[in-house]
Nanobody
Framework: VQLQASGGGLVQPGGSLRLSCAAS????????IGWFRQAPGKEREGVSC????????YYTASVQGRFTISRDNGKNTVYLQMNSLKPEDTAVYYC???????????????????WGQGTQVTVSS
């Protein structure tokens, strides 16, 4: 099983990026997917998640209204569209799978089993 997060980069404040989480060895629509991030010197935090069966989503307060999580089951990929980026969004972003998140999702890390390699997002002028 492999998860690969991609799409990070350097962007100016106010800019946008779209992160992708692609999987091999598993079918992502069987899992809730969570996005997490870890900034330098800080603990990892949950950003957003999407459930497997009904597409319910959840966002942490700091990204509500700016980030959108979605899935493309045909491509076995989950996306995180990030708009109006701020310097405080700078972090390594990770995606992970929760096998039990069918009709809702949680950002509790203990629920997540597979984790992808991170992708660096830097928001700076």
């Amino acid at each position: 099983v492999q998860l690969q997060a991609s799409g990070g980069g350097l962007v100016q404040p106010g800019g946008s990026l779209r992160l992708s989480c692609a999987a091999s060895g598993i079918t992502l629509d069987h899992y809730a997917i969570g996005w997490f991030r870890q900034a330098p010197g800080k603990e990892r935090e949950g950003v957003s998640c999407i459930s497997s069966s009904d597409g319910n989503t959840y966002y942490t307060a700091s990204v509500q209204g700016r980030f959108t999580i979605s899935r493309d089951n045909g491509k076995n990929t989950v996306y995180l569209q990030m708009n109006s980026l701020k310097p405080e969004d700078t972090a390594v972003y990770y995606c992970a799978t929760d096998p039990l998140g069918r009709t809702g999702c949680t950002l509790a890390e203990i629920k997540y089993d597979y984790w992808g390699q991170g992708t660096q997002v830097t928001v700076s002028s």
